[in-house]
């Protein structure tokens, strides 16, 4: 491809919006535009590195037996109100109506279609097991789209369903897209870890992130510094031996504290560890009050909450929902005294805490020498807060560390939670009728090239992987205008391309400074320098990612360059 009618458009200056390094970088060389808030154009060079990265995902989605199909976008609201998922999904989930007012969907995802898919036309256990992929855009209202295409309203996805006859089955196809996966981000040169994380509105229980580590990630990933666990630290269970104390037990005390509603305020004003207070939050669920409490420094986490009561919805109580349920505004709710209708759960610490602090369900008010058990009662207690850096590692191997991670895959086992739903069933060796297995694979295609981006850059541009990079080579003239480089640039260009290399052929009249920043900025993994010695066939050969500059004559340029990009 010639660069002078090459629609590459580069930019000197960095974005005002663009936040993180991939978006910057996307921007300035052109990869991508933006067309609204979250919706991105992706340009040719762009689109070029994207079908690299779709390349990848296809050889290795069809060399695990899976086989690629292609679904509407547009899906009929009766399908998700088949599987439940049309309330529950949320306000992500963009809403139509076409002009009869029938109610549609674009699509974040494709379960309801594929199960539909699966069940009209596919009856009997000899068909099975099945996985079927497609690479297709997908849409989703994100509150606040950031970070360019890394969270866009409309994206590039892979996604893939298997159907089996069996868990065991299940197991297999599983496996399967796992290793496909591996595969894939190792391919695309990812340095990447695959975390327990958790299915969200997907449904399924046993699940997989796939991360790329990276100081920018949204996800934060706890993992042992001594083995290979890795989880996402909404999902990490907390494995502590909490000690008992052998404090003497206290008479309950009411203690004015005006205005101190967080934990910081309180152990400022009474002067105490925060792990002597009860943090009380309320929460809706399903519909009902439960007052959760843990120990002051902790978090709250509200994804083990929706699993401790296989909840659809979990949110925490508005302030108007707090009086209602509490008489009180938040920063001053408690156990004490609450209301019965109200069910309280603890997490594991809070059992432990001897002479607590909580609030006082009245305002400006909390309690002092509040103990478990003795002033108020607790249903149940749970694994209900965050895993922190310094807990032992769940496996009992080593202690919890956090880094930072980009989403880019996720693999889901969803067992019958649509093929029920729905009606997806097979006819098994005895003719009888059952419920098919199902599981959920996807990848985000353009968040994939924008993580890639992330990890592989300089303070000068991009310095693409070969494996995703949009050209292999730019080949560069000094001055097109002299004679024998413009000839040896020909000459070359018509090889490389005999060779079925990638070229992007700068012969632009710009001066070699802006040529070469352009380079550098693009990132290709060679580029080819045709100047003083053209004459003599000899060219310059630069390695993007090393620095590493060679000379070369033209006989044994292909040869090289062949091998730098292996």
């Known amino acids: 491809m010639k660069q002078s009618t090459y629609l590459s458009p580069t930019l000197r200056d960095i974005p005002s919006d663009a936040e993180v390094k991939s978006h910057q970088l996307m921007l300035r060389t052109g990869l991508i535009r933006q067309s609204t808030s979250g919706v991105y154009?992706?340009?040719?060079?762009g689109l070029k590195a994207l079908q690299k990265v779709e390349a990848i995902i296809?050889?290795?989605?069809?060399?695990?037996?899976?086989?690629?199909?292609?679904?509407?976008?547009?899906?009929?609201?009766?399908?998700?109100q088949e599987s439940g998922r049309w309330e529950a999904y949320g306000p992500e989930l963009m809403r139509l109506n076409d002009r009869h007012n029938r109610e549609f969907a674009l699509g974040p995802t494709h379960e309801e279609v594929i199960t539909?898919?699966?069940?009209?036309?596919?009856?009997?256990?000899?068909?099975?097991?099945?996985?079927?992929?497609?690479?297709?855009?997908?849409?989703r209202d994100e509150r606040r789209p950031r970070f360019g295409v890394l969270r866009a309203r409309e994206f590039l996805m892979k996604d893939a369903y298997s159907f089996d006859t069996s868990f065991e089955g299940l197991d297999e196809s599983y496996q399967k897209m796992y290793d496909a996966y591996t595969q894939i981000f190792t391919r695309c040169g990812l340095d990447f870890r695959a975390v327990v994380a958790d299915s969200g509105a997907m449904g399924g229980k046993d699940t997989h992130e796939?991360?790329?580590?990276?100081?920018?990630?949204?996800?934060?990933?706890?993992?042992?510094?001594?083995?290979?666990?890795?989880?996402?630290?909404?999902?990490?269970?907390?494995?502590?031996?909490?000690?008992?104390?052998?404090?003497?037990?206290?008479?309950?005390?009411?203690k004015a504290t005006p205005e101190q509603k967080t934990i910081e305020d309180i152990t400022s004003f009474l002067q105490i560890d925060?792990?002597?207070?009860?943090?009380?939050?309320?929460?809706?669920?399903?519909?009902?009050?439960?007052?959760?409490?843990v120990r002051g420094d902790h978090q709250v986490n509200d994804v083990k909450i929706k699993h401790v009561f296989d909840a659809q919805i979990v949110e925490v109580a508005t302030n108007e929902e707090t009086k209602k349920w509490m008489k009180c505004v938040p920063g001053f709710i408690g156990p004490v005294r609450a209301d019965e209708r109200i069910k309280v759960v603890a997490d594991h610490a809070v059992?432990?805490?001897?002479?607590?602090?909580?609030?006082?369900?009245?305002?400006?008010?909390?309690?002092?020498n509040v103990n478990p058990g003795r002033d108020f009662t607790v249903n149940d207690y749970y694994d209900l807060r965050n895993i922190q850096e310094g807990d032992p590692s769940p496996d009992g191997k080593g202690t919890i560390m956090f880094k930072e991670g980009i989403e880019v895959g996720h693999v889901f086992k969803l067992g019958t939670r649509y093929s029920e739903a729905m009606n997806a069933t097979f006819l098994d060796d005895q003719g009888k009728s059952k419920p098919m297995i199902m599981g959920c694979y996807g990848i985000g295609v353009s968040r994939t090239l924008a993580a890639v981006i992330e990890q592989h850059?300089?303070?000068?541009?991009?310095?693409?992987?070969?494996?995703?990079?949009?050209?292999?080579?730019?080949?560069?003239?000094?001055?097109?205008?002299q004679e024998d480089q413009k000839q040896l640039a020909d000459e070359l260009y018509?090889?490389?391309?005999g060779e079925r290399l990638d070229v992007l052929y700068d012969d632009r009249t710009e001066r070699p400074g802006v040529k070469f920043k352009d380079s550098d900025l693009f990132g290709f993994p060679v580029r080819i320098t045709v100047g003083k010695k053209a004459a003599e066939g000899i060219v310059e050969l630069k390695l993007r990612k090393t620095g590493e500059v060679i000379e070369v004559h033209k006989d044994e340029l292909i040869q090289t360059v062949k091998g730098y990009l292996r």
């Open 457 to 481: 850059h300089d303070e000068n541009g991009i310095v693409w992987p070969a494996s995703v990079s949009p050209f292999d080579v730019h080949l560069i003239p000094v001055n097109i205008k």
């Open 58 to 80: 296809r050889e290795e989605m069809n060399h695990s037996g899976a086989q690629e199909l292609l679904m509407p976008a547009i899906q009929s609201a009766e399908l998700w």
């Open 41 to 45: 154009s992706f340009l040719p060079l």
């Open 116 to 139: 539909t898919l699966v069940r009209d036309d596919v009856r009997s256990y000899k068909k099975l097991p099945m996985t079927l992929y497609q690479i297709q855009n997908k849409y």
């Open 274 to 293: 925060e792990k002597k207070c009860i943090k009380s939050v309320l929460f809706i669920v399903d519909d009902e009050p439960v007052l959760v409490l």
């Open 494 to 497: 018509n090889q490389l391309q």
């Open 210 to 254: 796939f991360m790329v580590l990276s100081d920018i990630g949204e996800d934060t990933i706890a993992y042992s510094d001594e083995s290979d666990f890795a989880a996402n630290i909404e999902i990490a269970p907390v494995v502590c031996d909490y000690k008992n104390s052998d404090e003497p037990v206290k008479e309950l005390e009411e």
């Open 351 to 368: 059992e432990y805490i001897v002479n607590g602090v909580c609030g006082g369900n009245k305002e400006h008010t909390h309690l002092l």
